[in-house]
Structures are given as structure tokens and as C-alpha cells.
């Protein structure tokens, strides 16, 4: 376990200081990145098979002419990282998320959302008339950052916060864009999403399509947030589920 958390720190302080672009070329933080991943693999393949395979793809497929990065797929390996990252080194859900959660029965939230703060007219459209006109939840029941009444009051640690609300809703829905692609924070907080993992639901939003977001692409794991069906399924789900 400590190895495990030595290389994702390792990874971790790497990702920090990397950033690439569609022109980027490997170089030798890439190249130290990959010898990592190399070495945490083995390590994971038999607790985190789902993931292990995302990094084995991930490495196939990062520089297809040997020389340039793929994007994509190194936004994949973030987010893979990121992944683990919350799971083997975050303190708070090392604990027993059990005994967190019973305590924090009655104050907690019941959806958290995941976005870009871009994004926050589209977000607050899907808040205020489909999660609140159309489910019927109140803003006592969502977590949303960009949205006065149901973010982060002054004063309170942020990071502290949303561990907080991620650890105890009963959905977590990620709302998938460019500008979510593109957020350090947006990719850091997908992590302690899939960390947790209570109900994970992602959502494309209209500048995003299926090729663009790498291995979430696959249609188990995401939806059109603008598909009628899509919200029809999300209403029934949630109806049946919090009310």
C-alpha cells in the first residue's frame, strides 16, 4: 500500500507541473510520468482492474508517431490518476465512510454536482427546471459551486467541503464539457467523484461528443445531458430513488 501511494504521489507532483497541448512533445517529465505508471500497474491490476486498463490503453496510445502526445489520452491518464490518487491518499476516505455518513445523516446533501463554473448558465438551467421543477428537489438537496445558495458559504475550507458533500450525497453527477476537460480543479474533483463512488452519473454537455472525452466514451458511462430520453430516465431514477 505504501509503494502504492508513493508512485501516485510521484505521478501527482509530475502532473503538476506538465502541461500539454496538441502539439506537445514528449519530453522527460512525460517519460518520467510513463516509467511510473509502468511501475504502479502491476501493483494495481488485481484491486483496480477497470483502471489498470485505462492506463495500459492510455500508454499505447499516447504518442501514435513516437513523437507528439496525444491530448486525449493524456487527459486520460490524468484523470486515472486523479482517480486513485483520492482513493489511496485522501485521509478522509481511508476512514470508515460508514460511520461519516451516519453521522451526517440529516445535513447532508443528496446530489452533488460536478462542472465548470463556465458553464454555469447551462448548469443553473438544468438545476433550477429539471433536478428542482421537474424532480421536485429543493436546493437543501443539491451541492452545485457555481450557485449562490448551494455552494460554499465564507469562511468555510473549501477542499474540506466538497470531500464532505462527495462522501455523503446519494448521486454524484458530473456535467462533462470542454471547459471541464480543460479545469485542473474540474479533473481533481472527477477523481474524488469516482473516489467515492455513490451513483456516479455523467453527462455530456452540447460542446462535448462521445469521441472527445477519451474512455469515458463509453455509452454505459455517459449520456446527452440534452437527450429527452436521457432526462425522462433521470427523472424516473430519481424520483424512485429520493423520494
Known sequence: MNEIKNILNSCMSILKI????YNSSIGQRTRSLVSEINRLIPL???EEPYITNILKVSLMNLSPNGYNINAYVFGDIRTAINILNNKYNNEQSNNSLKDIKTSNQNSRKRIFIS?????KYIVEKFVDHILMLGIGLSAEDVFCTSIEDMAIKNGEDIR??????IQNVEFSILLISKHYK?????INEMGAVWAYNNNVRLYLLPDVDFNEIGWLCDTKKADNLFDSIVLDALKMEFQHSIH
Not at 18 to 21: A, F, G, H, K
Not at 115 to 119: E, F
Request: with cysteine; glycine share 0%; proline share 0%.
Open 182 to 186: 480543460n479545469s485542473e480543479i474540474c
Open 160 to 165: 474540506n467541503h466538497i470531500h464532505t458533500n
Open 44 to 46: 494495481l491490476e488485481k
Open 115 to 119: 462542472h465548470s463554473s463556465k458553464d
Open 18 to 21: 506538465v502541461r500539454i497541448d
